[in-house]
């Protein structure tokens, strides 16, 4: 079944890429905890441009990169013409046969509809055994970031904006984990402030690319101010002489299918 959400189809792939490098960049250790091994069949849910899909590649592992972006997929094609990539949905998608390891980076808290079925469709694409080796926003992950979105938005008259995102408390997603036919192995709960170097505009440019669906609802007229707004309001916290730090708090794990 396709779907159409705002975390699928605002992606600008090529800002992603130039501006907001450090996603994925930030993701390399995790391939590390993932460990490929030469021949494992891997999953890389919610694989964007797929730069982790490459980097999985590279160790010999067989890698599809599955996004629910059309322009993310077709980004990723366009890059490695040689790894396989499709759209798919992280709570709605089956696999014709089991794969060794799923891989997930910095997605996970975007598939905010139904955490349970993507667990649940994470379970049925691997093998008994098989691993999930994840890293998504935790609980207060860019609090400062919203909270100032919140206020602007206050401020100027608009509604709170609903935020698209899920992210759990590490009990809350152990348990989902755990009763979703999962071991847990190793879980880790960390802040991660993480400097916007390419990010001129500051928490606006934040807001932008990954809030970009709250501003379809803001009269034209509003955006400029509001978005000057949230810079005003987060600029204490996450703004250093070095450039702005954006107030990431991230949950990794590495579970087992039971
Ligand atoms: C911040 S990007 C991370 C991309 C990549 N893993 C990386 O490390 O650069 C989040 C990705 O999740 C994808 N996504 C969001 N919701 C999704 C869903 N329900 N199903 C599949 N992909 C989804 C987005 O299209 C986007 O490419």
């Known amino acids: 079944m396709r779907y159409e959400t705002p975390s699928l189809t605002r992606w600008n792939a090529r800002a992603y890429d130039s501006s907001f490098g450090y996603v994925s960049a930030q993701g ?17 849910l919610g694989c964007g441009t ?10 010999g592992a067989s890698v599809l990169g599955i996004d629910g972006s059309t322009a993310m997929i077709e980004t990723a094609i366009a890059q490695y013409p040689g790894l396989d990539f499709t759209i798919g949905y992280g709570d709605d998608f089956t696999v014709a046969q ?14 905010s509809r139904d955490p349970d079925a993507v667990i649940s469709c994470v379970r049925m694409a691997l093998r008994p ?33 609903e935020l698209p995102w899920y ?17 847990v192995r190793i879980l880790e709960y960390v802040d991660r402030p993480t400097p916007l170097d390419e990010c001129p505009g500051g928490a606006a440019d ?15 007229a509003l955006v400029e101010p509001l978005l000057r707004r949230v810079n ?5 916290a996450l703004r250093r002489e070095s450039g702005w730090v954006a107030d990431y708090v991230r949950l990794r794990f590495a579970a087992v299918r039971r």
């Open 28 to 44: 390399v250790p995790l391939v590390e905890l993932l460990d490929p091994q030469p021949g494992e069949r891997v999953l890389d």
């Open 50 to 59: 797929g730069v982790l899909t490459a980097e999985i590649a590279k160790r």
């Open 98 to 111: 089991p794969y060794d390891a799923v891989f997930s980076n910095a997605a996970l808290h975007w598939m």
């Open 129 to 161: 055994g098989g691993r999930f080796v994840a890293e998504l926003g935790g609980a207060g992950n860019c609090a400062t970031l919203t909270s100032a979105m919140r206020t602007a938005w206050r401020e100027h008259g608009l509604r709170e904006p």
């Open 167 to 183: 992210f759990p408390t590490p009990a809350e997603y152990a348990l989902r984990l755990e009763k979703g036919g999962f071991t």
């Open 206 to 220: 934040w807001v932008r690319m990954f809030a970009g669906s709250l501003l379809d609802g803001v009269p034209p």
């Open 232 to 236: 005003e309001l987060a600029a204490p």
